[in-house]
């Protein structure tokens, strides 16, 4: 099979174009973070957090710091 050299160039045209979609960056929502109105215990459970953040609305959430508290997070 012989490639001409619009084929060859089209090839590598194609090529590029699926490489740079990797290398490129995506932007991304930002991530905004409420302490939880209804979690007042000592965080232990990132599960426990986000199932709390939930009911109250939030996408998620997690426990952060030394003191333990719950984070709820969601797209800003």
Do not use: N, Q
């Amino acid at each position: 099979m012989k490639f001409t050299k619009a084929t060859v160039c089209s090839l590598l045209l194609v090529l590029f174009l699926f490489a740079s979609t990797d290398i490129m960056p995506v932007a991304e929502a930002k991530l905004c973070v409420y302490p939880s109105r209804r979690f007042h215990l000592l965080c232990l459970r990132d599960k426990s957090c986000a199932d709390t953040c939930t009911r109250e609305g939030f996408g998620g959430g997690y426990c952060h710091g030394v003191r333990r508290r719950c984070l709820c997070t969601k797209r800003c």
